[in-house]
């Protein structure tokens, strides 16, 4: 978490579930996906998926059901904004080459977009 300047992470299951398979599907933005990205996860036995960024919908309620009912399923998210600082931090150098003029480009990091409340804090 450090590395990324997170102050957490949300997860969706249970923080025991064993995890064999990953995927990192880039958004999950509900509607028909949804039913397209359940079936891959079962189909392809996926125990827990990592988006880019997540509406929390379909796909998230059917993961905490399954977790419920004992199944190794869970998803991770950090925040769509957070995970892209690693991109916006190398194109500054990247920005200036690429269209060909010497741009003063400079990154401002915007930190973890949430604040993580513990049970005795909140």
Do not use: W
Request: charged share 20%; net charge negative.
């Amino acid at each position: 978490m450090s590395a990324l300047h997170l102050g957490g992470a949300k997860l969706v299951g249970r923080p025991n579930t064993k995890i064999e398979q990953v995927y990192f599907p880039l958004h999950i933005l509900s509607g028909d996906k949804d039913s397209q990205l359940i079936s891959k996860i079962n189909r392809e036995n996926i125990q827990l998926i990592i988006p880019l960024e997540v509406i929390d919908y379909t796909t998230t309620e059917y993961l905490a059901d399954c977790s419920e009912m004992g199944m190794s399923k869970a998803m991770l998210t950090f925040g769509h904004f957070n995970l892209e600082e690693v991109g916006m931090k190398y194109l500054v150098s990247y920005l200036p080459k690429a269209v060909g003029v010497d741009l003063p480009v400079t990154f401002i990091r915007e930190g973890d977009m949430y604040h993580y409340l513990s049970p005795k804090e909140a």
